[in-house]
Nanobody, 122 residues
Framework: QVQLVESGGGSVQAGGSLRLSCAASGRTFSTYAMGWFRQAPGKEREFVGY????????TYADSVKGRFTTSRDNAKNTVYLQMNVLRPEDTALYYCAAARVGTSAASVYDYWGQGTQVTVSS
């Protein structure tokens, strides 16, 4: 069982930056790929990016590529999402999730956090 808690969301103006954190419980954190997803009001949940357990593989959605970076610290059981050059269309509830295999498919992820709100104003 893995419990995930996101933090770091907030309100920022367009062009600004935020760093989200996701703290995980359990001693097997390094064996999980960690994904980031987001969901805006009235829209479906959208893949943002994921990072493999050993950080060797990182994949991003085209909409955030070059602006967002995910990293992890397995010693701290924490994964991060650094978001730069934020745009109003990045406004959403952001979730972290854990899966045995990294993928852009939300259905593969076994564990989810409760989400943290990111609001970008123009």
């Amino acid at each position: 069982q893995v419990q995930l808690v996101e933090s770091g969301g907030g309100s920022v103006q367009a062009g600004g930056s935020l760093r989200l954190s996701c703290a995980a419980s359990g001693r097997t954190f390094s064996t999980y790929a960690m994904g980031w997803f987001r969901q805006a009001p009235g829209k479906e949940r959208e893949f943002v990016g994921y990072i493999s357990g050993n950080s060797r593989i990182r994949t991003y959605a085209d909409s955030v590529k070059g602006r967002f970076t995910t990293s992890r610290d397995n010693a701290k059981n924490t994964v991060y999402l650094q978001m730069n050059v934020l745009r109003p269309e990045d406004t959403a509830l952001y979730y972290c999730a854990a899966a045995r295999v990294g993928t852009s498919a939300a259905s593969v992820y076994d564990y989810w956090g409760q989400g943290t709100q990111v609001t970008v104003s123009s």
